[in-house]
């Protein structure tokens, strides 16, 4: 029972690098979410995906891109990290929408960016 | 637009004592609630929410919430406090024509003296 996966579980990147984060859900869930967590801000919403094939905007999302690969697979990518991007991101599903249903979230992937 | 507050970015308690976290929100329209915990090194899972149907809402754990409409808040609480109760505890909120996502709180990180 994996729920929701994502790797790497750890990453160090250099200014200027790129990367892709995963994440993948095997709950068949329709919405699909990324977060990033900062000391003292809590979490805040960088993209997230309502269904397969639309993906919009959260609180953050400059930086960032986001593909919606399937329904199950819903990746984040840094094109030219940033130390402002050195945080702790999660990913998260959701069957109908977090509005009525629940969040299940990843272990999450401590980036550091040097 | 929604947002949510958090009250104390870190509350201690001695184990037996009552655990009282809180959380105030700000919606235009009628909100769902939540509160998500947050153990180390893990992702998120949700403790309880309110979704307009009961306006004490009991959760997992122990714990339960109180909606309280005019005064815009939706406290935390738990009669007595257990040693694996210390995580980090997150308030949520969703509403309105958000696609489902879910804006949270700065999160408040409750300890458990022996």
């Known amino acids: 029972n994996a729920g929701v996966t994502q790797t790497p579980k750890f990453q160090v990147l250099k200014t200027g690098q790129s990367m892709t984060l995963q994440c993948a859900q095997d709950m068949n869930h329709n919405s699909m979410y990324w977060y990033r967590q900062d000391p003292g801000m809590g979490l805040r919403l960088i993209y997230y995906?309502?269904?397969?094939?639309?993906?919009d905007k959260g609180e953050v999302p400059n930086g960032y891109n986001v593909s919606r690969l399937n329904k199950r697979e819903f990746s984040l990518r840094l094109e030219s990290a940033a130390p402002s991007q050195t945080s702790v991101y999660f990913c998260?599903?959701?069957?109908?929408?977090?509005?009525?249903?629940?969040?299940?979230f990843g272990s999450g992937t401590q980036l550091s960016v040097l | 637009a929604q947002s949510v507050t958090q009250l104390g970015s870190h509350v201690s308690v001695s184990e037996g004592a009552l655990v009282l976290l809180r959380c105030n929100y700000s919606?235009?329209?009628?909100?769902?609630l939540f509160w998500y915990v947050q153990y180390p090194n893990q992702g998120l899972q949700l403790l309880l929410k309110y979704t307009s149907a009961a306006t004490l809402v009991k959760g997992i754990n122990g714990f339960e919430a109180e909606f309280k409409k005019s005064e815009t808040s939706f406290h935390l609480t738990k009669p007595s406090a257990h040693m694996s109760d210390a995580a980090e505890y997150f308030c949520a909120v969703s509403g309105g024509n958000q696609g489902g996502k879910l804006i949270f709180g700065q999160g408040t990180e409750l300890s458990v003296k022996p």
């Open positions: 998260a599903s959701s069957e109908v929408g977090g509005r009525v249903g629940k969040l299940f």
């Open positions: 919606s235009s329209v009628p909100p769902y």
């Open positions: 995906s309502a269904s397969e094939g639309t993906t």
